[in-house]
T-cell receptor, first 116, second 116 residues
Framework: AQTVTQSQPEMSVQEAETVTLSCTYD???????LFWYKQPPSRQMILVIR??????QNATENRFSVNFQKAAKSFSLKISDSQLGDTAMYFC?????????????FGKGTKLSVIP | DTGVSQDPRHKITKRGQNVTFRCDPI?????LYWYRQTLGQGPEFLTY????????KSRLLSDRFSAERPKGSFSTLEIQRTEQGDSAMYLC??????????????FGPGTRLTVL
């Protein structure tokens, strides 16, 4: 069975500082995609960043970057220069590639608070 | 706004009643997904459509649940004989269908169901 573990239920960071959210996952498959989704309070979930498992290079999107360690099955998210608008639930998720299944498997989430 | 829309946004019902939710995906997206999110948890996959065909169903989707996507456009999710355990946020997502499954799933705002 595929599982995602986010070991930090809640985190806080000072505005303009850097924070790293942890994620580990378990799958026996070798081809998959990893995602970080953001769910602001009372708003819909949006994609933050995506990583293809076969790519060695870590993905980056502006202030957001990942540290993908395939052997360790680890996929952490780093947010640089944190902004008040980054306050949200962050979900780590993955999807198996090419298996005919398109379901995202999510972790329980990390609630991030950015403090002014 | 051309994002994923869901109706209603909130539904309160009494145990034993039937409820139906609607999802309108992004118009050019051929894949549509339903997820359920309970408090403190990440979304859990329920079912997936490619065009009008329902191709995957989770074991979470008991026989009281039925989903349709006539003509491959909007989708409905019906819950019959609701139970208090059905109380949750029901999320709809859509994506473009290409090989691999790694395309971004765009989420709607969700329908919050409360069963009294």
């Amino acid at each position: 069975a595929q599982t995602v573990t986010q070991s930090q239920p809640e985190m806080s960071v000072q505005e303009a500082e850097t924070v790293t959210l942890s994620c580990t996952y378990d799958t026996s498959e070798s081809n998959y995609y990893l995602f970080w989704y953001k769910q602001p309070p009372s708003r819909q979930m949006i994609l933050v960043i995506r990583q293809e498992a076969y790519k060695q290079q870590n993905a980056t999107e502006n202030r957001f970057s990942v540290n993908f360690q395939k052997a360790a099955k680890s996929f952490s998210l780093k947010i640089s220069d944190s902004q008040l608008g980054d306050t949200a639930m962050y979900f780590c998720a993955f999807i198996i590639s090419g298996a005919g299944s398109y379901q995202l498997t999510f972790g329980k989430g990390t609630k991030l608070s950015v403090i002014p | 706004d051309t994002g994923v829309s869901q109706d209603p946004r909130h539904k309160i019902t009494k145990r034993g009643q039937n409820v139906t939710f609607r999802c309108d995906p992004i118009s050019e997206h051929n894949r549509l997904y339903w997820y359920r999110q309970t408090l403190g948890q990440g979304p859990e996959f329920l079912t997936y459509f490619q065009n009008e065909a329902q191709l995957e169903k989770s074991r979470l989707l008991s026989d009281r649940f039925s989903a349709e996507r006539p003509k491959g456009s909007f989708s409905t999710l019906e819950i019959q004989r609701t139970e208090q355990g059905d109380s949750a946020m029901y999320l709809c997502a859509s994506s473009l269908g290409t090989s691999g499954g790694g395309n971004e799933q765009f989420f709607g705002p969700g329908t919050r169901l409360t069963v009294l």
